[in-house]
């Protein structure tokens, strides 16, 4: 595996590489499991997977501590070894942004504003800047994100459209524990019964993936049964509970549009852990691990 620290490093290999297919997978590091299946995923679809490895501080709000992101280099690249990458690439602050970076990147019509949006300011714009600056780097043919990040992913598949990027985005379905818990970083911070508790966010889609399956169109409906389960739980504390359109994430209010479908997404604080998953509830109920 190379491992690339500069631009004019990655930009040599990319020249070595011209003809081959390239699956580029973004990431922030601290490597585990569910960027590992990104990993596969992008392998399976191209000739060389390229990882980069790189906390945007763009992304993260003045309220928001940069400095105590989780970081493990080493960890990350025999990780990114172990599953076959290709190339790993690590810039710097410096590369990336220099002293006076002025360009914004921002898909606006709303998509950044509501679920996780709304309480982090300039997130997705953070996100989509530091996004197309890696896409024009790495140039790849294909970009897998994890369906966990659904506004992330809607939000990049737009600029993706719009901006006429030749790129593929290959959205890979959120990997879950036996008892449905979205695997996450964060779920290291769950303990005892806070472990326990986690579940609720899945309990809760599965819940109103249910009553779609049985029928249920009407969103106020949905979200109640949703809320239902999030009520059974004591010591959470619900950030938000919402239906949104699957591509331009509008909430959803009276009868859901069949032909749409929808998304049901949620954040939850369970003891320090903020806890998000989505899932839709046109669609099957996901696959546990064993
Ligand atoms: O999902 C992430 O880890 C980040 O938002 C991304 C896409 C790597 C951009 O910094």
């Given at each position: ?5 500069t ?29 590992l299946?990104?990993?596969r995923?992008?392998s399976?679809?191209?000739?060389h997977v ?7 501080p763009t992304?993260f709000?003045p ?6 992101y ?10 990114c070894e ?10 710097s ?5 220099g002293?006076d ?8 019509g709303?998509?950044g504003d509501n679920l996780c949006?709304?309480?982090?300011e300039g997130?997705?714009n953070?996100?989509?800047?530091i ?9 790849p043919?294909?970009?897998v994100f994890?369906q966990?990040?659904?506004?992330q ?14 790129i ?5 379905p ?19 019964e806070?472990?326990?508790n986690?579940t609720?966010l899945?309990?809760?889609l599965?819940?109103?993936n249910e ?7 009407d969103?106020?409906a949905l979200?109640g049964?949703?809320q239902?389960v ?5 010591g959470?504390?619900v ?5 949104v359109?699957?591509?331009?994430l ?9 032909a ?9 604080h369970v ?5 998000i ?5 046109d ?7 064993v």
């Open positions: 595996m190379e491992i690339l620290r631009i004019e490093e990655l930009r040599a290999w990319r020249r070595l590489h011209w003809s081959d297919t390239i699956g580029f997978v973004p990431t922030m590091g601290f490597l585990h499991e569910g960027h299946t990104l990993m995923k992008a399976e679809l191209s000739d390229v990882v980069s490895v790189y906390v945007n992304q709000g309220n928001e501590d940069l400095d105590s989780p970081r493990d280099m080493e960890g990350d690249i025999a990780k172990s599953v076959g990458v290709s190339a790993i690439f690590l810039p602050n410096a590369m990336m942004y002293d970076f002025a360009t914004t990147v921002e898909v606006d709303g998509m949006g709304a309480s982090r997130h997705f953070g996100v989509t800047l996004v197309s600056k890696l896409f024009n780097l790495v140039q043919d294909v970009a994890g966990k990040d659904y506004q992913l809607a939000i990049i598949r737009r600029m993706v459209k719009e901006l006429n990027f030749p593929d985005v290959v959205g890979v959120t990997v879950r524990e036996r008892d449905g818990l979205a695997k996450s970083s964060r779920n290291r911070y769950l303990e005892g806070h472990r326990t986690a609720v899945y309990r809760a599965k819940a109103s009553a779609w399956a049985a029928g249920e169109r969103a106020g979200l049964v949703a239902g999030l009520d059974s739980v004591d959470i504390a950030d938000y509970l919402s239906l359109d699957p591509e331009k509008n909430l959803l209010e009276g009868t859901v549009e069949e749409r479908g929808c998304v049901m997404a949620l954040a939850v003891g320090k852990a903020r806890l998953d989505n899932m839709r509830l669609g099957p109920l996901p696959e546990l691990s």
